[in-house]
């Protein structure tokens, strides 16, 4: 064969391979518009309690190696370490500061390698919304971090969050006496039962009289039967100020008991304050 017809030939092999490349694409080999790091998440809608996958995939469009690659996942609006514990991954992980990394290893120039993280809400995790962010990190070269998922965390299954205020009153113009009413409000997800409320007197104030409550010396009991998701129950007491009584003083209320599990205690307390002049002048 012709030193002229081999190079032809040649010629049109390496015309065929290009357009092969061109129409599917180099085998593992990405786009040029492919992110530096991307996520997929199980479920976006989160309970305290439960259990969800991140996987992440992270690529290196850069004409070196990136040495010790490492997807990582952050939270925005808190650290991703403060919503949720990291069970597992296919690979060797861990947390970092704030946030949870993977090592797969050095990544060649146009390559990836996907990792999936196992984790775990924890019971303590703030309620509300988290933006999941991921970032390609590695020994000797660092990406941006991007925005992923939007997640939105709520109570564990099986919960009511009672929320706890207190209101007071005085009983006209030249007043001994101040009514409390406490509010209990259930955010839910589920009914609550066998509320119980307890209000703390301060010296100078003793209970005088109530439809709903009970004392024991400056210790006042309230029960609330059950209360639906999304309903509220009210309690309310009178005390009177003893002789003498002059100054500030302040009531406080916290709920005791309810049932099933109060996923929030944050709000299960409240206090107001109340001054007097005299024991005959009472202003809340």
Do not use: W
């Amino acid at each position: 064969m012709s030193l002229l017809r081999r190079r032809r030939i040649t010629t049109i092999l390496s015309m065929a391979a290009a357009a092969v490349v061109m129409v599917f694409g180099a085998p593992g080999v990405a786009s040029a518009d492919t992110p530096t790091s991307a996520v997929v998440v199980s479920q976006t809608t989160l309970s305290r309690g439960a259990t969800f996958t991140v996987t992440e995939t992270i690529y290196n469009p850069e004409n070196f190696i990136v040495s010790g690659a490492k997807p990582a996942l952050y939270g925005q609006e808190a650290a991703i370490t403060d919503v949720a514990d990291l069970v597992s991954c296919d690979v060797a992980c861990g947390a970092l500061g704030s946030s949870y990394r993977a090592v797969v290893g050095d990544l060649a120039p146009l390559q990836s390698a996907t990792v999936t993280f196992t984790l775990k809400v924890k019971d303590t995790a703030p309620l509300g919304a988290l933006t999941l962010q991921h970032q390609f990190v590695g020994d000797n070269y660092a990406f941006d971090i991007l925005d992923g998922a939007a997640l939105t965390v709520g109570p564990a299954a099986g919960s009511a969050d009672v929320a706890v205020s207190l209101a007071a009153s005085s009983d006209g113009l030249l007043a001994s006496q101040a009514t409390y009413t406490i509010t209990a409000a259930n955010h839910g997800p589920d009914a609550a039962t066998g509320v119980k409320l307890q209000a703390s007197l301060p010296s100078g104030l003793v209970f005088s009289k109530s439809s709903s409550c009970t004392a024991s010396g400056r210790t006042v009991n309230c029960t609330v039967p059950s209360i639906p998701s999304g309903s509220s129950a009210k309690a309310s007491f009178t005390a009177e100020a003893e002789l003498l009584t002059i100054g500030t003083f302040t009531t406080s209320v916290q709920r005791q008991q309810s049932s099933p599990a109060d996923p929030n205690a944050a709000n299960d307390r409240a206090s107001r304050s109340c001054s007097a002049i005299t024991s005959l002048l009472l202003s809340c």
